[in-house]
């Protein structure tokens, strides 16, 4: 076995070819390179369904009731809404668009649980209007208008409320979530004192609380710390208000491996320890155990996902640094310029030669914080090799965006051999299309 072929083991999916081509699911990265062109999102199959049913597998084993969420922020489209419906998971959505894809990718209405910190009007009645699940609040300007719209559709909703469990988490200050000074959900002295008169409104079936404390976690001690927030929220509530709290939604946040740098903690391990302590402290409050709800989003989809790049240009700055320009950057991934976010990386057609040389890999966008990674050895690369980057699965084309005019990479499904686009690739008559002329200027 190579260096190579140990190195490539540790990425889900990959394998050689007999003819010596690197391949992901079966399908071969130049052959891909050739049909779909570069940059262009690559996502397995097979990844995205294993890691689903990990998720369920363990909860099964855990014998409680539960429901897995995936969160649709870090990548949704129909045919992935498709999948995960095939997977019998229920879905996170964080705005109309996302609740209006699952729709239209066949997913069934009652499993969609609509988050979002400042949803509009427009946003709750198409929600309500097409019966979604569950309205996740998240603030008492939404519990007003939530009651409006009730109220004026004469329909009765599912709500959770989002809290602000006040765990501060270790991770990127921009994915941190659940500290006291956080933009999402309630203080729970708030919710406390407000309980009243939440449950009061009629149109609203009070279920349960939820808390999101960050993402790329792998530390289950900040789970811990939440859960016994969240677990003592309901015993006081159930205590002072005499009102049982049936469900306790977790949020998502379990890391992906974007580097071998990173530590890792299995979706099994991860779901048997937050079920365990769930059961821990329910027993020391003397508590039912509840519902269990999680929100994965990272951890389904991120390790599923890769990317292709050529390299363009070449440039050396004499004793400095040596950059590799590729045809894409922050505009298809945003996540190294928002987060300093890590990669690790080949060159598709030299994946058996030996790093030789560290360089810079560059995106192509007029930012000089359009640095893709900063510090790679690779083998000597040359115009026109193919890179491929792992992991690029959560918060890509998700955050992607049309910066200086450049139309977005297509998205293929790959597995087992066989491929095809679930998004076809922009064009320039796509950015043009909802481009049009104020009428005074159109005449001169
Ligand atoms: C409320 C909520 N749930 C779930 C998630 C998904 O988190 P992750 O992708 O880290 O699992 C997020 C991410 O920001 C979130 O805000």
């Not at 390179?33 to 990844?47: H, M, R």
């Not at 996902?305 to 590729?326: H, P």
Request: hydrophobic residues 35%; proline residues 3%; glycine residues 8%.
């Amino acid at each position: 076995m190579t260096d190579f072929d140990t190195e490539i083991s540790k990425h889900d999916g990959f394998s050689i070819s007999e003819q010596g081509n690197l391949l992901f699911e079966e399908c071969s990265l130049e052959e891909l390179a050739k049909i779909y062109g570069t940059p262009c999102y690559i996502y397995s199959e097979n990844i995205i369904r294993k890691s689903s049913r990990e998720y369920i597998r363990a909860f099964e084993k855990c014998n409680i009731d539960y429901e897995v969420l995936y969160a649709g922020k870090a990548f949704l489209v129909q045919a992935l809404a498709h999948i995960l419906k095939e997977e019998c998971l229920s879905l996170d959505a964080s705005s109309g668009g996302e609740i209006y894809m699952a729709l239209a990718g066949g997913f069934p209405a009652e499993k969609i649980h609509f988050h979002g910190n400042n949803k509009s009007e427009e946003e709750l009645v198409f929600a309500i209007e097409n019966n979604v699940g569950t309205i996740i609040i998240d603030n008492f300007h939404e519990l007003n208008l939530v009651d409006r719209i009730t109220h004026r559709l004469n329909k009765k909703v599912n709500i959770m409320v989002r809290t602000i469990p006040g765990v501060d988490t270790h991770t990127h200050e921009k994915i941190r979530t659940g500290q006291v000074d956080s933009k999402f959900g309630i203080p729970i002295d708030d919710f406390l004192d407000s309980f009243p008169g939440i449950i009061a409104k009629e149109h609203l079936i009070y279920q349960g609380i939820h808390c999101h404390i960050g993402s790329q976690l792998f530390d289950m001690q900040f789970y811990h710390l939440a859960i016994k927030e969240m677990v003592e929220t309901m015993k006081h509530i159930e205590e002072k208000y005499k009102v049982k709290t049936n469900i306790l939604n977790l949020g998502g946040g379990l890391g992906a491996r974007y580097t071998r740098k990173d530590l890792s903690l299995s979706i099994s391990d991860y779901v048997f320890e937050l079920v365990g302590k769930v059961k821990e402290i329910c027993r020391e409050n003397r508590l039912a155990v509840p519902k269990i709800l999680v929100e994965p989003g990272r951890s389904i989809i991120a390790e599923a996902g890769i990317t292709l790049y050529r390299i363009g240009a070449i440039k050396e700055i004499k004793g400095l640094r040596k950059y590799l320009i590729v045809d894409g950057g922050m505009a298809d991934n945003p996540r190294p310029s928002l987060y300093d976010a890590q990669y690790e990386a080949l060159i598709v057609n030299k994946f058996n030669n030996k790093p030789v040389e560290n360089v810079t890999v560059a995106g192509k966008y007029c930012e000089s914080g359009d640095i893709l990674i900063q510090n790679i050895c690779l083998p000597q690369a040359e115009n026109g090799d193919l890179m491929v980057f792992f992991t690029t699965g959560a918060y890509h084309y998700a955050m992607s965006s049309n910066y200086n005019g450049v139309p977005r990479p297509p998205v293929v499904l790959v597995n087992n051999g066989e491929h095809g686009l679930i998004v076809k690739g922009e064009t320039y008559q796509y950015l043009n299309q909802n481009q049009v002329f104020p009428e005074w200027l159109a005449h001169k």
